[in-house]
């Protein structure tokens, strides 16, 4: 065998020990965990745990006789109440701040989104305290001729649709920051108002919400 031969041999000889070292330590390297248990915030798990638990009691509907207080439930009890989601129940909570509580059905008329129809279906599943941590009190059972119709306010002056601003008519029931800016858009355009049932040519408002407005509109010349 010539000594380029030889050398050739060893070469490949060396290459074949390398080789095999190598492969025998990589099959026995220990195996790495994705992600050490230390590596996750405790935080984050609890948190991700509470957000779960949110939203399956979110989605536990009321059980047959249970009843929520709407001056003492949080966004989450609010928020299994049938057609209202999450929106609309931190709108009853931010209300419930803003406005104080309520002290009766009509009173939710005054959160943006609902109206007559959703006070209506939510009415038989509320009790109502005076004041967030005092006893509840039932709501009263709806009826067909009073439950789309909210008691008139406490100041006996109907509010005028030909001179109220968008501002006033949304403190109406039912009537969002939408459909005071529609009311003033029909009057702007239409001509006044020549009685309250012309409400109904304002697109949103349908039978219902006029039916709850009756007594609190009036049509100034």
Do not use: C, K, Y
């Not at 099959?27 to 994705?34: A, M």
């Not at 929520?68 to 928020?79: G, I, K, W």
């Not at 057609?83 to 406005?99: D, F, T, Y």
């Amino acid at each position: 065998m010539s000594e380029e031969e030889r050398r050739t041999v060893a070469v490949a000889t060396a290459a074949l020990l390398i080789a095999s070292v190598l492969r025998f330590v990589w099959e026995r390297r220990p195996d790495p965990e994705i992600l050490p248990p230390a590596a996750v915030p405790v935080a984050l798990i609890d948190e991700t745990r509470a957000a779960v638990e949110r939203e399956e009691r979110a989605g536990t509907p009321l059980a047959p006789g249970e009843r929520l207080d709407p001056n003492a439930a949080d966004a989450v009890e609010l928020d299994r109440l049938p057609g209202v989601g999450p929106a609309l129940a931190e709108r009853m909570i931010a209300s419930r701040e803003a406005a104080g509580v309520f002290r009766e059905p009509a009173d939710l008329l005054r959160v943006p989104g609902i109206g007559p129809a959703t006070l209506a279906r939510i009415q038989p599943l509320l009790e109502f305290s005076s004041s967030p941590g005092g006893p509840p009190r039932a709501s009263p059972r709806p009826s067909p001729q009073t439950s789309s119709r909210a008691p008139p306010p406490s100041d006996p002056s109907p509010v005028d649709l030909n001179r109220a601003t968008a501002t006033e008519l949304e403190a109406l029931p039912g009537i969002g920051p939408t459909l005071a800016e529609r009311i003033v858009q029909h009057r702007d355009t239409r001509g006044p108002f020549s009685s309250v049932e012309n409400l109904e040519e304002v697109p949103g408002i349908g039978e219902a919400i006029l039916e709850a407005l009756r007594p609190l509109v009036s049509v100034g010349r």
